[in-house]
């Protein structure tokens, strides 16, 4: 178990008049991994995009816990919340086309000290300082050549995740953070999310179809539909129930 | 100056000026709202119909009001060539917005800099032939510059309702959000596209005629007028050709009242001011 | 000897390097973070002129006017970039093109201030040496075009051009790594601006008496170029661009092969055709330019190498 991380009341969007999300009362992050699942047009990404700011929110309140402190993070922008340690992934692949793999970690790892235009000398520091934790991640998903670009759709989605990862988030989401990955990654992926939960107390909320992987890795899972969270509770529970046989299991990968 | 005596002023210079400026809008807002781009070439059409009006008028001694028809067609002619040898080849090539902006004033360039390599940097004058002296609201104003005002709206109020009213326009619409999509519906893209450039170059031919027959013709008649139609068009909203028309007049008639009782340079201040103001409000509303 | 020290040489030698200065400052905004601004030669001419006029109506020494004018600068900078820098990019485009063309206007109009196209001046250089005056500002002027250069190349060696670069090619996913992308926009932006206008107030000199043709859009446009056909993406870009158009044009055409005056203006006419024309054309087929684009990517054999340099 874990402090909570964010406490949702009220969250409504609509799309043209239609709405998308509709969650009066939710707590997410008291486990280490929990799972949002749905079937296709339930609004899943939509929550993620309204927690994570990239939507706005029709009314609703959002709460982050961080430090013992209450955060209204409604107000907040985009990059103000991955820098109170809310970070995501991205369903869509996205990447910078001109860094290199090494570029991107490094990216991720300076911190605001090393980022002011006058410091053009701090290079050589932050590299020493940022080798071993780099050369880590490097060794563990064998990366060919981490001074080139991320070439195929895989190493673009694991460079994604392990960009994430480095930021020491206390709260990260993911879209689909597996979807076009080789199993044996998507088992390394996994493994390194459980030891980070219980290393760090991070707590991570996976958006997921493959349900092998949320019934294996979750402890806690939510099951959405038409845009409210129906059930919740341990991955056994929630696989039995009626409802989520009937309304999901016949489409998704079980 | 009386409050009234300004406002009569305003309101006359105003509208006259405007209506080169309105119709030079309505041709800008039709490339911008079918390639989604700022397209800073539109300025030499403006300039390239002045030239080859003044050109059939004053040199071969044609009638100034039968110039106008011939000087703009090849004004239109001129801006469909332009889209086919570059705009259209960059755009297909995936160009972005910023470059497309940067690659127009390239085109920009070569056009009124090769006028001036061709007609050489004189100033042309038109010959108008018998004007006649009226006045309007107290002020008074050539038969010239009433029927210029008068054909302007009128050629800007027909491109309105060809937009509008015509299935035509709204083809162009279809067409400028999902080229593949409509092209499935039965649009032919590069038939579409070229009638809206012709038409683009056709109104800007005219408004240089018209801005070029109240003063004189020279080569940076479309480029100075540029940035003005650029913040008319953004301001009027782009891609609304109501909005450019709108906002036409209201910028020339805005333009004028700051320009009576300052200096021009704070017209465009002012103007700018407004443009900036209206995009953070836009924005703020997204 | 004499001729190329105390002539017109020298001084079309000190604008260019005044022109490379700004052009790879451009490379800076544009080429690694990805600012679209027309405002250069704006930024410019309001440095060159703040300095002048701080010099001749406020009677000061030339060191302090050109710290003044860089300052001033960066103030109006920060404005403008607090306004248009979180709109798009054709909205920062135009917007800063206006300003350029306003702050050019108001030089003309407002020439009770500025002496509007009658120019503005004498403003004699800060030391005498006689006939070596010229050549030994020039040479001023040298160290501090290398410096830019210098600061333009550590950038791309540093945390700071990375961040720079990640804003340029995805600012979202920036963002969502925590980036206050927008405040780092702005701050280079008024830091690049202000350097721009220390350009500008170290220009006075050279010029001796300042003119509104100096500033006008015109220079931002031959800047674009030069920048666009050297290279966007290379420190050397500008260098390479500017030599390519100004000095071509301007130095070598103008200066070192005479032409007879009737022709002057078709020369003129013909440099901006063919800046249109190799425009459309570098920016059709071969958009990343003369030099071509940056690889960051290392080959394994030359890691090796790269230790070496910075261990």
Known sequence: MQDKKLHLKNIIKRFGGRKVVDIKDLTLGTHGIEGLIGPNGAGKTTLINLISHKLKMDTGQILYYAKGNEIDISKKSFDQIARLGMVRTNQIIQDFQSLTIRDSLLLSLATAKYERFYAIFSEKRLRKSAEEEIQKYLDYFHFENPDGHALSAGEKKLLDIIRCLMLKPKFLLMDEPTSGLPQDQTDMVIALMRRKTVEEGMSILIVEHNLDLIWGACENVYFMAEGEILIQGPPDEVRKNKTVVKKYMGEGDA | MTFVMFLKSTLTIGLLESAPLMLAAVGFTLIFCLNGFINIAFAENLTIGAYLAVTFNSMLGWNFYASIIPASVLAGVISVITYLVVFRPAMRRGMGKSEMIILSVGVSFVLRFGINLIYGSNLFYFNVGKTYYLTLFGMGITSTQLICLGLALIIALGLYLFMYKTNYGQIMRALSDNEELATIAGINPIKVSVLVWFLSGFAGGLAGIFTGVFTWVHSGIGWNMILTILLVAIIGRVGNVRGALIAGAGVGIITTAVTLVTKPAYGAVVLLIIFIAILKFRKVQV | ?311
Request: one cysteine or more.
């Open chain 3, 1 to 311: 000897m004499e001729q190329l020290l105390s002539g017109y040489f020298i001084y079309m030698l000190s604008i260019l390097l005044l022109f490379v200065a700004l052009a790879t400052i451009l490379h800076m905004q544009f080429g690694i973070t990805g600012i679209v601004s027309f405002g250069i030669a704006g930024i410019w001419g309001f440095g060159m002129y703040s300095c002048a006029i701080i010099m001749i109506k406020l009677n000061t020494p030339f060191v302090l006017a050109v710290i003044m004018a860089t300052v001033l600068t960066g103030i109006i900078s920060l404005g403008i970039g607090r306004i248009l820098l979180n709109l798009d990019d054709q909205s920062v485009l135009v917007g800063t093109l206006a300003f350029s063309v306003i702050i050019e206007d108001m030089i003309v109009s407002e020439s009770w201030l500025t002496k509007g196209v009658m120019g503005y001046g004498p403003v004699k250089f800060p030391f005498d040496f006689g006939i070596y005056t010229k050549l030994a500002y020039f040479l001023i002027i040298l160290l501090f075009t290398i410096a830019v250069m210098y600061y333009a190349g550590r950038l791309h060696r540093s945390p700071y051009g990375r961040l720079l670069l990640s804003i340029q090619d995805n600012e979202p996913l920036a963002r969502s790594l925590g980036k206050p992308t927008f405040r780092q926009k702005l701050i280079f932006f008024t830091f690049t601006s202000a350097l721009v206008g220390f350009f500008g107030a170290i220009s006075v000199p050279v010029y001796n008496f300042v003119f509104p043709k100096y500033i006008g859009p015109d220079i931002t446009f031959t800047l674009w170029i030069a920048l666009l056909l050297g290279a966007r993406k290379r420190v050397f870009g500008g260098l390479v661009g500017i030599v390519a158009t100004v000095g071509l044009f301007d130095i070598i055409l103008e200066t070192v092969v005479p032409i007879p005056s009737q022709y002057a203006g078709m020369l003129y006419n013909s440099k901006y055709f063919l800046y249109g024309l190799v425009l459309v054309l570098v920016l059709m087929f071969r958009p990343s330019g003369i030099l071509g684009d940056k690889n960051r990517s290392i080959n394994i054999k030359n890691i090796s190498k790269f230790e070496k340099k910075e261990g």
